[in-house]
């Protein structure tokens, strides 16, 4: 069955970085948009940076462009979300979420079928 395994979080300075790691398994990552989103307190679940199935495109929300890379590795089954320049407002909890046959590069949240648990990261000095 499809599975999703977020880590990497922790808590980090304002200007610092991290990684975080999306373990997938049952499904072949290629034929699977995967997105990274997060929700903060208080806030709706949001997209943060999403690549497409097929040729992986990607797209990113607009806070973060520039700071967040994604980047999937198709023979290790993993996605990445390398964050740097870390804002308090990047405070959140990520998740790893899947969508098959999903070829566009758009965060849409509905699309989305599989979620892995979440990670938190939290930005304060």
């Known amino acids: 069955q499809v599975q999703l395994v977020e880590s990497g979080g922790g808590l980090v300075q304002p200007g610092g970085s991290l990684r975080l790691s999306c373990a997938a398994s049952?499904?072949?990552?290629?034929?699977?948009?995967i997105g990274w989103f997060r929700q903060a307190p208080g806030k709706a679940r949001e997209g943060v940076s999403c690549v497409s199935s097929g040729d992986g495109s990607t797209g990113y929300e607009d806070s973060v462009k520039g700071r967040f890379t994604i980047s999937r590795d198709k023979t290790k089954k993993m996605v990445y979300l390398q964050m740097d320049s870390l804002k308090p407002e990047d405070t959140a909890v990520y998740y790893c979420a899947a969508a098959s046959g999903y070829a566009s590069s758009r965060c849409l949240l509905s699309t989305y079928e599989y979620w892995g648990q979440g990670i938190q990261v939290t930005v304060s000095s």
């Open positions: 049952g499904f072949a990552l290629e034929d699977y948009a």
